[in-house]
């Protein structure tokens, strides 16, 4: 079938994946503080979390059932709010809703600095994956090709199981190859953060790079 986007529709697009691949970054990094500081609850895989869910239920030590079912809740309550939210230019959007999530994100971090304890830790989990959430609404109202920006799994698969197309315009192969270097690139400076410096620290780091994300889509929105 013969590409009948034209160069406008391309060029938007681009800016949107180059963007959308800076907040994959940002969730890999969440993730590592999820699991690292939270216990083992995700806060933006909602497969794993639902697998770590039964693995409570089972009994298996280590997981807690309460905190799968606040971070699945919280996810769910962002999910609602974002599905819900005005439908504007593709940018405006991205905007929009990586704005609230750097709010929320800088929030989970003061948490994280001035609290301790069970307390501050589902407080973390609620804010962080409300913000997951929000955001996974939008990327799916947004429909980039590949850029689920949370999972990984379907463009895994795509990136396997398709004949790859490096040369065209707009390649799915290098958007896919893209997303998963972002991620785990994500995970590792989280990691890192997290381990050599504070939880507070990689939080507000990402928090920054939503902000910078937010702040380029609504300069760069026509």
Known sequence: MADTTGPTEHREESHLVRLLLVVTAVTGSVDAVSI?????????NMTGNVTFLGFGVAGAPGFSVAASLVALGAFLVGA???????????????????????VLVGAASVVSVTAHGTGARYTMTVLLAVAMGGRNATARELGVADMT???LTMTLTGLAADKPDIKK???HSQRRVAAVIAMLAGAVSGALLVLNTSTGWALGTAGILLASVAAAARLLDP
Request: charged fraction near 20%; proline fraction near 5%.
């Open 149 to 151: 920006t949370t999972v």
């Open 169 to 171: 315009r707009g390649a």
């Open 80 to 102: 609602f709010a974002g599905g819900r939210m005005p439908k504007l230019t593709p940018r405006a959007m991205l905007s929009r809703i990586t704005a609230l999530e750097a």
């Open 36 to 44: 690292l500081r939270l216990g083992r609850v995700f806060v933006a």
